[in-house]
């Protein structure tokens, strides 16, 4: 006999702070009809949010308060929107007038995400059968969902050993980052330092990457695992190609966990081999890494805008991500899809297959970086093959396939 419980279509709580992909999740599960509530910290267009948006003009206003009245809900979803308007006046203030310490500034946003569970907590739960979380946000809804019988899905969408991964590093390279917060420590305070795996029943990952590492490192069973890859605009296949030879790019933040001094690394060996290559960097960027010895040959461009960055993988010969911790990077599948070729690692989390849209080579391995590409910029034949195939694989990572992907996983569930 069927179980009525477990026949009727899922109900999903979704919670999470900020905008992630233009509140993707709580959209894709609004038109699936899945979405029960939207627990979320701020908008400009629902709720206390509003009245920043109507003050944005104001010049008291501060960039962070601008930036947070930028964000909008879509439209669809706004009905189911709760936002939460004094854990966030709390921290803003705290973080003001704390000192500017790593650590205490860390500490006061583990105090927010808590007074944030605990308001999501106080409002309730509604008919839903489902959490879903980014990661451990709102850890106090994470532990009152089980407490109800709720099932918990975190979206997992980096390397939880990211931390270990980066302080090897930063002992491997010092003078390339500053030392981040006590992060142990703080969360030791609230008791939430295995947060992330303690209060979920269901960790859903963008890469294979992501799944191993669970599997591995914290001792996740595989069948408490599921991948759902991410996407990227479609207009993002409708760019028309005109690739530079030579022209090597990277697009992102350009630190340790992206491996930009890797990168560096590379160049540096191309140029020894007699390569007359362009390395552009489009990303943030600090001093302590712009001005390192190692980073001669690389172009740092800063952030680029958006709306402006698609020239650059129109121009790109092959772009390149030696990261040591990702998702899945959403800059990989707008690679794939403007037509340029891959090279990076499998941290990257990226969709695209060795040998086929391009290479996946060993994180930390210099060598082997400029090997690959060398060999894909040399090789034009080769560099054109895998140029049609990346944007034919790009052409079933879309966003609405990945909504697609995601409605049937949470089904399945």
Known sequence: MINPAHSRTPRFVVAQTGARRGYAVPLILKQAGMLERFYTD?????????????????????????????RHVPELVCQDTVTMARPNLEWFFRSLWTSKDPTDQFRIDVMRHQALGESA?????????????MLSEFTPLMKEAQARGLKVISETYILISTHRLLAEERRLFPGWDVEPPDWDAVLREFGYQSAPIRHVDCFLCPSEN?????????????????????????????????PQPGRVLFVGT????????????????????????????AGHVEDRVRNQPACKHLNFLGRVP?????????????????????????????????????????AAGSVARDGIEGWIVPERAPLALADALERVIENRELRNKMAAAARLRAADYTWDRYGERLVEALKQL
């Not at 907590?121 to 979380?133: E, P, S």
């Not at 590492?213 to 001792?219: R, T």
């Open 210 to 242: 992501v799944a191993n590492d669970l599997v591995a490192n914290w001792n996740i069973p595989r069948s408490s695992t599921v991948v759902v890859p991410y996407g990227m605009k479609p207009e993002w296949l409708q760019l028309r190609p005109e």
């Open 42 to 70: 701020v908008c400009g267009n629902v709720g206390w949010g509003k009245w920043l948006l109507a003050g944005v003009v104001l010049p008291w206003v501060g960039a962070k308060l601008r930036r947070l009245a930028s």
């Open 306 to 346: 958006r709306d402006r960055i698609h020239e650059e993988f129109q121009r790109a010969d092959v772009f390149t991500l030696p990261t040591l911790a990702e998702g899945s990077a959403e800059v990989t599948y707008e690679a794939l899809a403007a037509g340029v070729p891959l090279v990076t690692t499998a």
């Open 254 to 281: 350009a630190d340790l966990r992206k491996g930009i001094h890797y990168l560096a690394m590379a160049a540096e060996e191309l140029v020894k081999r007699g390569r007359k290559y362009e390395f552009r960097v």
């Open 121 to 133: 907590v106080a409002k309730g739960f509604g008919q839903a059968t489902h959490l879903y979380v």
